[in-house]
């Protein structure tokens, strides 16, 4: 069994499900690619899908664009810091 995978699943801040947030990181200001969870899995028997409020983010990028990445993501939800 791996140890870690080359994937990471991140909760959508407040407000936005997995859809808005990823469609907000799409953005032109941010410019980071992901896959709402929404689009992961099926749905549980009650018809509700795990993933409705996630994103998930692969991580095979270059290790400097991974951190470029997550620098966009902390200017965009937070301001320039």
């Given at each position: 069994?791996?140890?870690?995978?080359?994937?990471?699943?991140?909760k959508a801040?407040?407000?936005?499900?997995g859809m808005?947030?990823?469609?907000?990181?799409?953005?032109?200001?941010?410019?980071?690619?992901?896959?709402?969870?929404?689009?992961?899995?099926?749905?549980?028997?009650?018809?509700?899908?795990?993933?409705?409020?996630?994103?998930?983010?692969?991580?095979?990028?270059k290790t400097?664009?991974?951190?470029?990445?997550?620098?966009?993501?902390?200017?965009?939800?937070?301001?320039?810091?």
């Amino acid at each position: 069994m791996p140890k870690a995978t080359l994937y990471v699943w991140a909760k959508a801040p407040k407000g936005l499900d997995g859809m808005g947030f990823a469609s907000r990181l799409l953005a032109p200001d941010i410019g980071v690619v992901c896959t709402p969870g929404l689009a992961l899995g099926e749905p549980l028997q009650d018809n509700s899908y795990p993933g409705k409020d996630y994103v998930r983010f692969a991580l095979v990028p270059k290790t400097e664009d991974v951190k470029e990445a997550a620098i966009r993501i902390r200017r965009g939800f937070l301001g320039a810091r």
